[in-house]
């Protein structure tokens, strides 16, 4: 545990082959450490491993590693390339929090599970997807992402959780699909930008009090039914007016199935 933590005077590191973890807070507080190699032998990085390395740049996780600890990359202000695995099956609490100028993630399909606040206040952030396998949205998962316009969830999500898009002021338009049985409080709160939602039958007849407790205002937000979008053309129409800033939950939306944003 601990082993360079503030040792603020680092700047990059070779970690060699005989070593297969990374413990608890390790690199915590490296304020000058740009890069570090990890080699393929790692299999565990622990929590707060690379907690407000302040300056690194990009980083590779090898193949191997099943978990992202909580606070693993938390504060990692400069961070804008990470390397996920298809061996991840799990990204805990606050990972990647306050990551500020990571613009795009690509999460392995191995992922089963993102806990609460994972990309909080990553601010730069345009882009994620949600693996098939991942069956919940975690609470305050993209709280304060503001430049978030585009995020594809797959087919399993069930449940978005409170607070899950707080503050996400580029968002346009959202797609929400039957599978989903539960959004909590203030999801999409002071998404101020949010024009349109198209919602399923299976929700259209919600009182304002769903809508309220959802913080989507229904007499500036539109609530379109999906029986009123008949096919990709007509979507794509609708689509265009936002440049592409827009959230779209794709789960089993057939006339969206060849759409890409």
Same mark, same amino acid.
């Given at each position: 545990?601990?082993?360079?933590?503030? /040792?603020?005077?680092? +700047?990059?590191?070779?970690?060699?082959?005989?070593?297969?973890?990374?413990?608890?807070?390790?690199?915590?507080?490296?304020?000058?450490?740009?890069?570090?190699? $990890?080699?393929?032998?790692?299999?565990? $990085?622990?929590?707060?491993?690379?907690? !407000?390395?302040?300056?690194?740049?990009?980083?590779? $996780?090898? =193949?191997?590693?099943? +978990?992202?600890?909580?606070?693993?990359?938390?504060?990692?202000?400069?961070?804008?390339?990470?390397?996920?695995?298809?061996?991840?099956?799990?990204?805990?609490?606050?990972?990647?929090?306050?990551?500020?100028?990571?613009?795009?993630?690509?999460?392995?399909?191995?992922? +089963?599970?993102?806990?609460?606040?994972?990309?909080?206040?990553?601010?730069?952030?345009?882009?994620?997807?949600?693996?098939?396998?991942?069956?919940?949205?975690?609470?305050?998962?993209?709280?304060?992402?503001?430049?978030?316009?585009?995020?594809?969830?797959?087919?399993?999500?069930?449940?978005?959780?409170?607070?899950?898009?707080?503050? !996400?002021?580029?968002?346009?338009?959202?797609?929400?699909? =039957?599978?989903?049985?539960?959004?909590?409080?203030?999801?999409? =709160?002071? /998404?101020?930008?949010?024009?349109?939602?198209?919602?399923?039958?299976?929700?259209?007849?919600?009182?304002?009090?769903?809508?309220?407790?959802?913080?989507?205002?229904?007499?500036? +937000?539109?609530?379109?039914?999906?029986?009123?979008?008949?096919?990709?053309?007509?979507?794509?129409?609708?689509?265009?007016?936002?440049?592409? !800033? =827009?959230?779209?939950?794709?789960?089993?939306?057939?006339?969206?199935?060849?759409?890409?944003?």
């Amino acid at each position: 545990h601990h082993a360079f933590c503030s /040792c603020s005077s680092l +700047t990059s590191i070779n970690i060699p082959d005989s070593v297969t973890s990374i413990d608890f807070e390790a690199f915590f507080g490296c304020t000058s450490l740009t890069t570090i190699t $990890i080699p393929d032998s790692v299999t565990f $990085i622990g929590a707060g491993a690379f907690f !407000c390395c302040t300056n690194l740049t990009s980083i590779t $996780i090898p =193949e191997g590693v099943t +978990t992202i600890k909580v606070g693993a990359f938390s504060h990692c202000t400069s961070l804008t390339s990470i390397t996920i695995p298809n061996s991840v099956e799990s990204i805990e609490l606050s990972a990647f929090t306050c990551c500020k100028n990571i613009t795009s993630i690509i999460l392995p399909n191995s992922l +089963t599970s993102l806990d609460d606040d994972v990309f909080s206040s990553c601010s730069k952030l345009r882009y994620v997807n949600i693996p098939n396998n991942v069956v919940s949205i975690g609470n305050r998962i993209f709280f304060l992402c503001t430049n978030l316009t585009t995020i594809d969830i797959g087919k399993s999500v069930t449940s978005i959780g409170r607070s899950a898009f707080y503050g !996400c002021s580029s968002i346009a338009l959202v797609a929400i699909d =039957e599978n989903i049985n539960h959004t909590g409080r203030k999801a999409f =709160e002071k /998404c101020s930008n949010l024009r349109h939602v198209i919602i399923p039958a299976s929700i259209k007849s919600k009182d304002a009090n769903y809508w309220n407790q959802v913080c989507i205002d229904t007499e500036k +937000t539109q609530l379109i039914s999906q029986d009123q979008l008949t096919n990709l053309d007509r979507h794509k129409k609708l689509s265009s007016s936002y440049s592409y !800033c =827009e959230l779209f939950i794709l789960h089993q939306l057939q006339e969206y199935d060849n759409f890409t944003p």
